[in-house]
């Protein structure tokens, strides 16, 4: 479980979030949504610890993140996995060397048991023969599979993925989510994902808060937005013409 | 006043620089991959200049010799000390902070702006440690092997300089080798070689690690790391100068 209580967060004079609390339950596939700008990443930097709040704090079940000190954080990120938007997977080494990092850092498994965990993870990913190949080599959807493959391989309680599905078309991207929410159950983890993806919302969002200018607008699950009258959930949703005329249409029926 | 705050931003760091390793083996292949890129990397620049640099020193002393009381012999010892007090260290240092700090600073700020530090970071990974401390040992090890190297190939092309072009025999040019020898020289060297190591590196990494923005920005602080680097070289030379050799 993930709770956050009362976050701020200001640069300077601006506030770019205004008091965020939530909490995030273990294996569920949660969803931050927002506009471009509602300060889903700085959210979820901080939910990482990679940026303080000004106010609040983020606990990780009895954790309170911003009370640790360095070791204490380290510790518990080696219990996080967490999927970039640009992937972020190491150029210079192979997909194999890019999953086995985190173990050879951090474990002191044998060279066998490491290998027998990276094709685990590959199997997983549906990637199972692209040990040698180089981030370069493959296709941006199979990068973000090797991104899931090495944020899960030292088996976290908790994963992060900020907006997976960015820059993929939308069969990858659907297999992406998919993978994520398998994954989510399976390993029965706390997973957060920021997307402004639609898809995404309604096809794994199993709880869902909306961002807006800072502040929490909405929260509720996938079944709930449907049936949502909040003026900015729909403003949201419904935000391309086409979907709107979609919209308009089925009303007047 | 940037200065002074990146100073102190800078002697913040270096706890975490030198905090302890999680996984020795990893940091044993980064250092030793870092010693690879640094020594054999740099080599072939390191000899050519120090080469023609000895050549220049003992061409222009030989000009100078010219209508004075002052032995020929002299020639070997001008361009042996010549070599191991300035020319191989200091000069062999601000190609280096040219060629490996510009380097490292890329480096280090393109994993920066590729999130790839992040990425270490929430796997756990101290990145300040992992990514600066193996550069530092390496270079702190390896650039005095360089130098030592520069110092004998510098006398080197002194000798061929000296024999073939500027007239001197080859044994006016070994007495002068062997002659007024003062092992300290040496230390000084030494002690400026490892004090320049650390003043390259940790410059170039302090720049790429806290890079902000775009490749503009990753230019900027690569192009600082050399500078900075370059100044800061000659102000170490100055009071190590200072400090030995008063």
Request: hydrophobic content about 45%; overall charge neutral; some cysteine.
């Amino acid at each position: 479980m993930i709770r956050a209580e009362n976050i701020v967060k200001s640069f300077g004079t601006q506030e770019v979030l205004k008091d965020i609390s939530f909490t995030f339950e273990k294996s569920k596939t949660n969803l931050i949504i927002g506009k471009s700008g509602a300060g889903k990443t700085v959210l979820l930097k901080i939910l990482v610890g990679l940026l303080q709040p000004t106010k609040g704090s983020v606990w990780f079940d009895d954790i309170n993140l911003n009370k640790i000190d360095k070791n204490q954080l380290r510790e518990l990120r080696m219990k996080i996995g967490m999927l970039f938007q640009g992937n972020a997977l190491f150029d210079s080494m192979t997909v194999e060397e890019n999953i086995r990092f985190p173990m050879d850092m951090f474990t002191t498994k044998t060279a066998k048991e490491k290998q027998q965990q990276v094709d685990y993870c590959l199997e997983r990913v549906s990637l199972q023969g692209s040990n040698k190949k180089y981030p370069s080599e493959i296709s941006g959807g199979m990068q973000k599979r090797v991104g899931i493959a090495r944020a899960i391989v030292l088996n976290p309680k908790y994963l992060f993925c900020d907006e997976p599905n960015s820059g993929l078309d939308p069969k990858t991207a659907i297999t992406i989510d998919e993978l994520i929410s398998t994954i989510t159950k399976d390993n029965e983890m706390t997973t957060i994902i920021n997307t402004h993806d639609m898809n995404s919302v309604m096809e794994i969002g199993e709880k869902i808060c909306l961002l807006h200018q800072g502040k929490l607008a909405w929260e509720g699950t996938k079944d709930e937005v449907l049936e949502s009258e909040d003026e900015l959930l729909l403003d949201f949703i419904f935000a391309s013409p086409f979907l709107q005329r979609l919209r308009s249409k089925a009303l007047s029926q | 006043m940037r200065l002074i705050s990146d100073f102190g931003k800078f002697v913040g760091w270096l706890p975490e620089i030198f905090s302890r390793p999680e996984n020795l083996t990893m940091y044993y292949k980064e250092t030793i991959r870092q010693m690879y890129d640094i020594g054999i990397g740099s080599l072939s620049i390191v000899m050519i200049i120090s080469g023609f640099i000895g050549a220049v020193t003992a061409i222009q002393f030989s000009y100078q010799l010219e209508g004075t009381m002052i032995p020929p012999y002299y020639i070997g010892y001008i361009v042996r000390d010549m070599m191991i007090i300035e020319m191989a260290v200091t000069l062999t240092s601000i190609v280096l902070a040219g060629k490996i700090g510009s380097t490292m600073a890329a480096e280090i700020g393109g994993m920066r702006q590729k999130e790839h530090i992040d990425a270490m970071e929430i796997m756990g990974v101290n990145t300040s440690a992992y990514l600066v401390m193996p550069k530092l040992i390496a270079s702190v090890v390896i650039i005095p092997v360089l130098v030592t190297i520069a110092c004998i190939v510098g006398i080197g092309g002194g000798y061929l300089a000296a024999v073939t072009i500027a007239g001197f025999t080859s044994s006016e040019f070994t007495r002068g080798l062997r002659s007024f020898f003062i092992p300290y020289n040496v230390v000084i060297m030494y002690v400026k070689a490892v004090t320049f190591a650390f003043i390259i590196t940790s410059v170039a990494c302090f720049q790429g690690y806290f890079v902000t923005g775009g490749s503009v920005e990753l230019g900027q602080a690569s192009t600082r790391a050399v500078v900075f680097g370059s100044i800061l070289i000659l102000i170490a030379d100055l009071i190590i100068a200072l400090i030995l050799m008063s």
